[in-house]
């Protein structure tokens, strides 16, 4: 790097935060773009009825669900007509509505509830060990859980084991999985394999299919955007500091290295207060591990909205060949899109 002066700015790898179940379960919330969602406030695309009826079958799902919990529940004589399945999955591609839907029907449930993606559901196991997980989360009326992974057996399994207890004790759970950007197609319906991985709790979830266009398509045209050299990204990143704003400035290498010495759990913590992300230097990397460890860290980067200013390879081109035709290309190819919109300050609304 060079001898600009940084004294204003952070740096990402000299965090190691701490953070507690009970901090980890307070962050498990919609994220800020969704703060106000509503059901009110999605527009269905009249072009596609099922994005219609899946509202209002959501709505329905939650208004017997409130009936449930009034005195008499569902022995009242106010009970609905049909039993209601304690869980339902939104099939649909990427970008219909699934994650507005999902928020929606959160912000009308009563508490306990919980909201996050798959990946921190497993970094909360990971983090607090399987049986402090579901003592925490025990009594929740609702879990939420965007983005189910299907492209990992053993956390498959983990999730599917975690939900059993969780639902044998009244939770509710609803769900959407992870179908990739600009994908012409690829797993752009994952209902029959959500249902065969979660086999044994296949019968307590109604699937509610939503077609419709994948409106963020072109968030994975292009590449991430990047600057000439590190001296640019500095130059920038202390005019940003400069001008008042939290900005971080690190190495590529050093940030991936220090990814790997901070649990995922804790991703959340390390950006806490950060205006703008610097990072200088950005190449390819070839540890899956470590590329694994870079998704969910732009994925925390992505739900607090915070710009990355990088220099080197295009960010969204750090994944090596072989790893975009493995078994996590639904993963990488989210990112990517993830990182584009971070670096040219078009931040998409989610699904």
Sequence with gaps: M?????????????????ITGEEIASELVPPPQFEHASFESYRPDPEYPSQQAALDRLKTFAGAWRAAQRP????????????ELPGVYLDGGFGVGKTHLLA?????????????????YTALVGALGY???VKLLSGARLICIDEFELDDPGDTMLMTRFLSEL?????????????????LGEGRFAAADFLREIHGLASNFETLRIDGLDYRRRDTEGHAETLPDDADVERAATALAERGHRVSLDTFDELIAHLATVHPSKYIKLIEGIDFIALAGVGELDDQNAALRLVAFIDRVYDAEIPIIASGLPLDQSFA??????????????SMSRMIALTTGELPPHD
């Excluded at 001898?3 to 190691?16: K, M, P, Y």
């Excluded at 929606?104 to 921190?120: C, N, Q, S």
């Excluded at 044998?168 to 994908?183: C, E, I, L, W």
Aim: aromatic share 10%; no cysteine; proline share 6%.
């Design 2 to 18: 060079t001898t600009v002066s940084t004294h204003a700015l952070l740096r990402l790898v000299e965090r190691n935060p701490s």
């Design 72 to 83: 008499g529940g569902f022995f009242s004589r106010k009970r609905p007509a049909r039993i």
């Design 104 to 120: 929606a029907l959160w912000h009308v449930a009563h508490g306990p509830k919980y909201f996050g993606t798959f990946i921190e």
């Design 131 to 133: 049986a402090n997980a």
């Design 167 to 183: 639902m044998a004790g009244g939770t509710r759970v609803a769900a959407t999985s992870n179908t990739p950007p600009n994908a």
């Design 321 to 334: 060949d072989d790893m975009m035709a493995g078994g996590y290309r639904k993963k990488y190819l989210r």
